[in-house]
T-cell receptor, first 113, second 115 residues
Framework: DAKTTQPPSMDCAEGRAANLPCNHS???????VYWYRQIHSQGPQYIIH???NNETNEMASLIITEDRKSSTLILPHATLRDTAVYYC??????????????FGSGTRLLVRP | DTEVTQTPKHLVMGMTNKKSLKCEQH?????MYWYKQKAKKPPELMFV???????INESVPSRFSPECPNSSLLNLHLHALQPEDSALYLC??????????????FGEGSRLTVL
């Protein structure tokens, strides 16, 4: 029961911004949105997360719509090394203070030279 | 370098074998996870341990048996597996105290093949 929907694939030119959309229309008020990426079946790598405000770090920016039903991950200057599968994830709190991350189907991003 | 170490990296086993996958973290994080990932599919949550106690079991068949001997170790015991259980098994650790990012740190995975 994945709670996010992503396009299966996208591509962009090296040096340009990559904008990866995600739909999470059933997200609850206390559920965070996380983004991870995975390269060549290595372990997924954390990129960024947010609740309702836009966030930025050294890797990317996360734009969350005001109604929180969708978000966009922005890689400002994509490089060939950014070619990977990008997962938009909802973090679901659990009763004992733990939580589970439910992965969406992911977007395969190809950065072209 | 990953801060979560999984062994072995590759495992081939028969359907009657008993084997174990091991995961170790030295970050002091209080939650540990097992995920299963089939080829070209997203990771699927199997188990969550919180403070060394099983917190979440996503209706995983009993041929998979998790164990958390202490706060740094997480095992996945395998018995009577089927060929369709062949997959990449990912371990992760997370700090669940409030004020932390809640980021899951993943290991590189153990690739399991069941013959």
């Amino acid at each position: 029961d994945a709670k996010t929907t992503q396009p299966p694939s996208m591509d962009c030119a090296e040096g340009r911004a990559a904008n990866l959309p995600c739909n999470h229309s059933t997200i609850s008020g206390n559920e965070y949105v996380y983004w991870y990426r995975q390269i060549h079946s290595q372990g997924p790598q954390y990129i960024i997360h947010g609740l309702k405000n836009n966030e930025t770090n050294e890797m990317a920016s996360l734009i969350i719509t005001e109604d929180r039903k969708s978000s966009t991950l922005i890689l400002p200057h994509a490089t060939l090394r950014d070619t990977a599968v990008y997962y938009c994830i909802v973090r679901v709190p659990w009763m004992d203070s733990s939580y589970k991350l439910i992965f969406g189907s992911g977007t395969r991003l190809l950065v072209r030279p | 370098d990953t801060e979560v170490t999984q062994t072995p990296k590759h495992l081939v086993m028969g359907m009657t074998n008993k084997k174990s996958l091991k995961c170790e973290q030295h970050m002091g994080h209080r939650a540990m996870y097992w995920y299963k990932q089939k080829a070209k599919k997203p990771p699927e949550l199997m188990f969550v341990y919180s403070y060394e106690k099983l917190s979440i079991n996503e209706s995983v068949p009993s041929r998979f048996s998790p164990e958390c001997p202490n706060s740094s170790l997480l095992n996945l015991h395998l018995h009577a597996l089927q060929p369709e259980d062949s997959a990449l098994y990912l371990c992760a650790a997370a700090e669940i105290l409030s004020g932390n990012t809640g980021e899951l740190f993943f290991g590189e995975g153990s690739r399991l093949t069941v013959l």
